[in-house]
């Protein structure tokens, strides 16, 4: 496999999987409440982080995003953590040394718990106030020593999985509020947008997406695919086009400044879905091989996804900031990592030799770490938790290696 020079090789982590909650992060509550399994400290990134930056330059994996956990620096409004600024900039410096570009995200699925109940992003208030400056207050702290910025993990993923399913605190079951926080996850990325722009670091948006298939040739199969495909891809990239702002049930509103909020048009790939017509997602390609998060690793369905973003934003550089596959701890699935992650790569060769921008692949994630409600039971790293590398990590090493070295 050939890649363009200068493409990114890296990997992606947050902080409140590598490092444990917050004690100030909604996360914390949510787990003294029984809804999560304990993080404790994450994967130990907060306390061996120059180690694994060290491990990954070593790999070739010279890009990593991380995030900077707010409820770490800012516990409460207004009053910010010196000894936990200091701690992030150690990290960045850090990467820095070991030869590793670190890229940046100031919002991965946890948020301070003053913030969460201020109303966090549904908020127009608290949005419009407490986040700019937070970000604002990131730029110019952290931003000598950033690569690049990354600044909301998700959105549609957020909105759905903490207002719609109640996987994520706060929990909510609610329509209204779930398309309330979408719509305010896609402003707060323009005005993420609006602070770093101009600062010399690229900004990448990071999308979940999936092609999506009615799973039988029903009315109601077709009709909910078309709704959950233009929820996860239509909103925003009208938004992104056009400068169009239009959700289910809402009018289509006029934002200029949403189009092109960002330098890159990044997003994460790990399966595609089936619809059937009651709108439940089911695994897709059926009949396949089915991981322990309920779906099918598909290579196939990355190509779907480049082949669709460079046919409908032309021009735009895209970025996968996100490529890997869980297994379940204890499991003889490590074949099957190494061949889904070569498959993939494969396909995003072919993508760019059919034209399309892609700048890098990040994967997730280098240690393995906290899977949110499934604990530590699936493992998506390239390294187990003792630093160990996997059959796949050893794959990733010889092929960049091969970039540079043929």
């Known amino acids: 496999m050939t890649f363009p020079k200068g ?64 409820a770490r620096i800012e516990p409460a409004p207004g009053k910010r953590d010196d000894a936990a600024i200091e701690h992030y900039r150690a990290m960045l410096e850090a990467a820095r040394a070991a030869g590793v570009a670190p890229w940046v995200c100031f919002h991965h699925f946890t948020l301070p718990g003053w913030f969460a109940d201020e109303g966090a992003f549904r908020d127009d208030k608290a949005r419009g106030y407490y986040w700019p400056r937070h ?52 402003l707060a990325q323009r005005d993420a947008w609006r602070e770093l722009r101009g600062g010399g670091r690229p900004v990448a948006t990071i999308h979940n997406l999936s092609p999506l298939f ?5 009315v109601p199969a077709e009709a909910k695919t078309r709704t959950l495909d233009e929820l996860m891809w239509g909103a925003w990239m009208r938004a992104d086009r056009d400068g169009i702002l239009e959700l289910p049930g809402r009018a289509a509103v006029e934002v200029p400044d949403l189009r092109e909020c960002c330098d ?42 480049l082949h669709r973003l460079a046919d409908e934003l032309p ?11 869980g297994t379940a701890r204890g499991s003889d699935d490590e074949p099957r990592r190494d061949d889904y992650l070569r498959e993939s790569l494969e396909v995003v060769e072919e993508a760019i030799g059919d034209g399309a921008d892609v700048r890098g692949v990040f994967f997730w994630t280098g240690v393995d770490n906290y899977e949110w409600t499934y604990g530590y039971d699936v493992q998506f790293g390239l ?24």
């Open 7 to 70: 493409f990114y090789w890296g990997t992606g982590a947050s902080s409140t999987q590598a490092e444990g909650a917050a004690p100030a992060a909604d996360w914390s509550e949510w787990e003294r409440t029984g809804h999560a399994p304990p993080s404790g400290n994450g994967n130990g990134f907060a306390t061996q982080y120059a180690e694994d930056f060290e491990l990954y330059a070593a790999h070739g994996l010279t890009h990593h995003r991380l995030s900077i956990e707010w």
């Open 214 to 218: 009615a799973v039988d040739d029903s």
């Open 315 to 325: 021009g735009r550089p895209l970025l996968v900031c996100e490529l890997g596959m």
């Open 264 to 305: 890159l048009i990044g997003f994460s790939y790990y399966n595609a879905y089936g619809v059937d017509r009651d709108g439940t997602l089911k695994p897709y390609p059926r009949d396949e091989w089915v991981g322990p998060m309920g779906n099918v690793p598909w290579p196939e369905g990355l190509a779907i996804v």
């Open 135 to 186: 970000v604002a207050f990131c730029a110019e702290t952290f931003g000598d020593l950033v690569e690049g910025w990354k600044p909301i993990n998700e959105p549609y993923a957020y909105a759905v999985l903490s207002h719609r399913l109640g996987v994520l605190p706060p929990g909510r079951r609610d329509p209204e509020q779930f398309i309330e926080t979408y719509r305010g996850m896609l």
């Open 383 to 406: 390294f187990d938790r003792d630093r160990e590398p996997r059959p796949a990590a050893e794959t990733i090493r010889q092929l960049i290696r091969a970039q540079t070295h043929p």
